[in-house]
Structure formats: C-alpha cells, structure tokens
C-alpha cells in the first residue's frame, strides 16, 4: 500500500463549479499537508501548506485535513479554465530529517 | 528571473550512454533535492542534501550520482542509462530540510 492515495481522475466540471480533491493516507503520523499545482510540462508549484488538523482558506482555495479520519481535501470554488491542471498532495511527519510523501495527482480539466 | 533552473529541458539518448542534469537555484536555500516524476505522474524523491551534504538518499540505483559543488548547485550524473530511466526529473529546494520546496521546470529524459 502506498503510503499517500490520491484519486488520478480525470475529472472534468464547468466553469464555475466547486471542485473537491482529495487524498487518503496511511501514516499516522503525517503533520504537515501540501497541495501542490502542476501545469503541464512545468514543475510543481505550491498552492497550500497546513499544520494538523483544520481548514486553511487562502482566496478561492480551502484546504482542509481531517487527521482522524487521515483524508485531506482542497476545494477549489468558482472554478476557472486557468485552475486546468493537475493538483498533487504532499505530506511528511514532524522529523524534519524525514521526507515528503507524493499522492501521484489528480487531473483536472475546466471547461468554459 | 529563475527561481530554481535546471539545465538540459529536454534530454534524448541512446542506452548505456552517461549524462548530467544540472541544477540551479538562486533562493539563497540550504536544501535541495531530486524528485523523478514517471509517466503516471508518480513524484519519488531520490536525493537531498542540506549545505552540500548528502541527508536523504533513497534507493536508487548506483548509476545515479548526485554532486552539490556549493548550496546553490545540485547536479545528477546518470551512468550506463537505461530504458526505465525515462522520466521526467525535478530538481527542488527549500529555506532548510522538510520545509516548503520550490520546484524547477523538469528536465524530460528519454532513453531510446
């Protein structure tokens, strides 16, 4: 088993819908959370970065983690064609000698 | 101007030949690292170094050598490539271990 899930899709919505993404995980001990937007044939750039549980809101933008349950989500509301990319969740543990664990991405497409 | 550069974008060359990628950044960071992305967008960390000393080498083959001349710089040397070397690689980095990373274009590796 992997240790970070993520669904690859790929999902598809009109312009203006509200998108949910989301990734699983296995590792209890994960802390910290990233969401990650890639365009393609470009590099990975970071979209949100929350502690533990909670909800952080940045503009159009939500993310949420639910530790308990070990599923974090990103919202995406008022969809735009330009969010047209694929979102990659990101994870490590408190040890800062340790690693960050990738979900493989999921691909959105928003159609005007 | 270029956060994190890498230098070839594009690599194409035949099996069993050497080849480097280089790697730049200009954040002033202390850790950089290698992630190689495969076709099903699969983000696997290979290497980091934190001040040009090496702190998370994962398995990869020995073939894969990585060279920190100085904090700014983080070069990959691949021997004897192979097919499955195919992928595209992402130099990352980061104010201090663990902490958020900027990613680079990718350089697109193709072994024929």
Same mark, same amino acid.
């Given at each position: 088993?992997?240790?970070?899930?993520?669904?690859?899709?790929?999902?598809?919505?009109?312009?203006? %819908?509200?998108?949910?993404?989301?990734? =699983? +995980?296995?590792?209890?001990?994960?802390?910290?959370?990233?969401?990650?937007?890639? !365009?393609?044939?470009?590099?990975?750039?970071?979209?949100?970065?929350? +502690?533990?549980?909670?909800?952080?809101?940045?503009?159009?933008?939500? %993310?949420?983690?639910?530790?308990?349950?070990? !599923?974090?989500?990103?919202?995406?509301?008022?969809?735009?064609?330009?969010?047209? %990319? =694929?979102?990659?969740?990101?994870?490590?543990?408190?040890?800062?000698?340790?690693?960050? !664990?990738?979900?493989?991405?999921?691909?959105?497409?928003?159609?005007? | 101007?270029?956060?994190?550069?890498?230098? &070839?974008?594009?690599?194409?060359?035949?099996?069993?030949?050497?080849?480097?990628?280089?790697?730049?950044?200009?954040?002033?960071?202390?850790?950089?690292?290698?992630?190689?992305?495969?076709?099903?967008?699969?983000?696997?960390?290979?290497?980091?170094?934190?001040?040009?000393?090496?702190?998370?080498?994962?398995?990869? /083959?020995?073939?894969?050598? /990585?060279?920190? /001349?100085?904090?700014?710089? *983080?070069?990959?040397?691949?021997?004897?490539?192979? *097919?499955?070397?195919?992928?595209?690689?992402?130099?990352?980095?980061? &104010?201090? &271990?663990?902490? $958020?990373?900027?990613?680079? /274009?990718? $350089?697109? *590796?193709?072994?024929?």
């Amino acid at each position: 088993q992997k240790e970070v899930e993520q669904d690859p899709g790929p999902l598809s919505v009109p312009e203006g %819908a509200i998108v949910s993404l989301n990734c =699983t +995980y296995s590792n209890s001990a994960f802390q910290y959370f990233m969401w990650y937007r890639q !365009y393609s044939r470009k590099g990975p750039e970071l979209l949100m970065y929350t +502690y533990s549980s909670g909800n952080k809101e940045d503009g159009r933008f939500t %993310a949420q983690v639910d530790k308990s349950s070990k !599923y974090i989500s990103l919202f995406i509301r008022d969809s735009q064609p330009s969010d047209s %990319a =694929t979102y990659l969740c990101a994870m490590r543990t408190s040890n800062t000698g340790n690693q960050f !664990y990738f979900g493989t991405g999921t691909s959105l497409t928003v159609i005007p | 101007d270029t956060a994190v550069s890498q230098t &070839p974008k594009y690599l194409v060359t035949q099996m069993g030949n050497d080849k480097s990628i280089k790697c730049e950044q200009n954040l002033g960071h202390d850790t950089m690292y290698w992630y190689k992305q495969d076709s099903k967008k699969f983000l696997k960390i290979m290497f980091s170094y934190n001040n040009k000393e090496l702190i998370i080498n994962e398995t990869v /083959p020995n073939r894969f050598s /990585p060279k920190s /001349p100085d904090k700014a710089h *983080l070069n990959l040397h691949i021997n004897s490539l192979e *097919l499955g070397d195919s992928a595209v690689y992402f130099c990352a980095s980061s &104010p201090r &271990p663990a902490d $958020t990373q900027y990613f680079g /274009p990718g $350089t697109r *590796l193709t072994v024929l």
